[in-house]
């Protein structure tokens, strides 16, 4: 159902079912679709709530319908991912599309989120089908193993997948060893065995620092 035209579009050949995807992501359509807008990041009223809360609304629209459409968003690169009944943790604003077979919602995520001005809660994925992130740059896929914890910067960070512990600690970010960090520092680790996915650009946001 998903796939990519180049490494920054996304196709979606339908045959009468739906996908969901961020609002205004669509540039192109062809046969005979139909068009809902969705409000808040998850599943029924819950979804709506948290998002409103923390004032990070997501609008997203389902299409619907027979033909193909294509989907971008400001030229970021697109990554697919195959969810066999798991579960993933992704940035809203890193969420492009899901098909029908996948549920969307949201989960608190604590200190991260409110450090970065993104809110306290992080989107979650799961069920049987294919996600759409989005990276400002090709996306990387780093292993977490019970022998090797992996450390993230905050910035950097796209989505996570697997039985992975999630935890803050304060200390020095990456960017910190250069001199351009500010306030107190903190880094994202990940334990467990599971799926980091990291962007090489950092966001536009506070990030690290509180």
Known sequence: MFRLQGSKVLAVDMTGDAVKAK???????????????????????RGMVTRRLTGEQMTVMEVKGHGTCWFADRASEINLVALQGDKLYVESSNLLATDAGLRTGTTFT?????????????????????????????????????????????????????????????GVTFRTFLGEGGGEAFQIRFEGDGLVYVQPSERNTIAGDL
């Open 23 to 45: 609002n205004g992501s669509m540039v192109a359509y062809d046969g005979q679709m139909s068009f809902k807008k969705l409000t808040g990041g998850g599943e029924g009223l």
């Open 110 to 170: 604590g200190l991260r989120g409110a450090s970065q001005g993104n809110g306290l809660f992080t989107t979650t994925v799961e069920g049987h089908g294919q996600a759409a992130l989005l990276s400002d740059g090709p996306a990387v896929v780093l292993r977490v193993s019970p022998q090797y914890p992996l450390i993230v910067d905050p910035g950097a960070y796209i989505a996570h997948q697997g039985s992975v512990r999630q935890s803050f600690q304060s």
